[in-house]
């Protein structure tokens, strides 16, 4: 059974930076598929990114449009850490961020395909 914790939440001003922490504990990372999703209040959880879930030369990584660009998701399978760098943050990125985990979860992430999951942290981008 894999366990998430998530860490490094908080409130940035608009233009700011976070990376956000995922700590693993139980078998080992890199045989999943690890994302990050956010959640607003009222809305559906959304995925942000992922990384092992593509097939592409950049790790395998897919991003969202809103955040393309700005964000950079990692891995560190030894360590059994996933990081996601948020740069040029945004109001609208205000949101619990989760990080989640997945077997076999290909393509851009969605709720339904991971089975794992952290309890979220708190980021707020705000003047």
């Given amino acids: ?8 939440g908080g409130l940035v001003q608009p233009g700011g930076s976070l990376t956000l922490s995922c700590a693993a504990s139980g078998p080992n990372l890199d045989e999943y ?3 990050w999703f956010r959640q607003t209040p009222g809305k559906e959880r959304e995925g ?3 990384i092992s879930c ?3 030369s950049e790790g395998g990584t897919y991003y969202a ?6 964000f950079t998701i990692s891995r560190d399978n030894a360590k059994k850490m996933v990081y996601l760098q948020m740069n040029s943050l945004k109001p609208e990125d205000t949101a619990v961020y989760y990080c989640a985990a997945d077997l076999a979860a290909y393509g ?4 339904w395909n991971y089975d794992f999951w952290g309890q979220g942290t708190q980021v707020t981008v705000s003047s």
């Fill in 1 to 8: 059974q894999l366990h998430l914790v998530e860490s490094g």
């Fill in 33 to 35: 598929v690890l994302g």
């Fill in 48 to 50: 942000v990114s992922c």
């Fill in 54 to 56: 593509t097939d592409d």
């Fill in 65 to 70: 449009d809103s955040v393309k660009g700005r």
């Fill in 108 to 111: 851009a992430p969605v709720v």
